[in-house]
């Protein structure tokens, strides 16, 4: 493979995970993805949530992560289980 310089395009299909928060009863994963996005010149950052446990049944597959918050700002972070597990928090510039 030949070398060639880092392009804006590199830089803006890194991902960056951060603040992984495991629920109470262990079944979920709460953390943060930070993207850029070149369209509005700026970092976004939203909360995403993964099952710790494989989906599918009997065709064992990886869990998918979802997307758990959308705002317009795209600056969410600090994700943190209720004790129950049935609520997140998180703090947001909505």
Do not use: C
Request: proline share 9%; hydrophobic share 30%; glycine share 6%.
């Amino acid at each position: 493979m030949e070398k060639r310089p880092t392009t804006i395009d590199d830089l803006a299909r890194l991902r960056q995970i951060g603040d992984p928060q495991i629920s109470p009863d262990g079944t979920r994963i709460a953390f943060t993805l930070k993207t850029i996005n070149l369209d509005k010149n700026r970092y976004e950052t939203h909360v995403w949530i993964v099952s710790t446990t494989a989906e599918g049944g009997a065709a064992i597959a990886p869990p998918t992560p979802r997307q758990w918050t959308f705002s317009a700002k795209g600056n969410e972070s600090t994700p943190r289980w209720s004790p129950d597990g049935k609520r997140l928090a998180f703090i947001s510039e909505r």
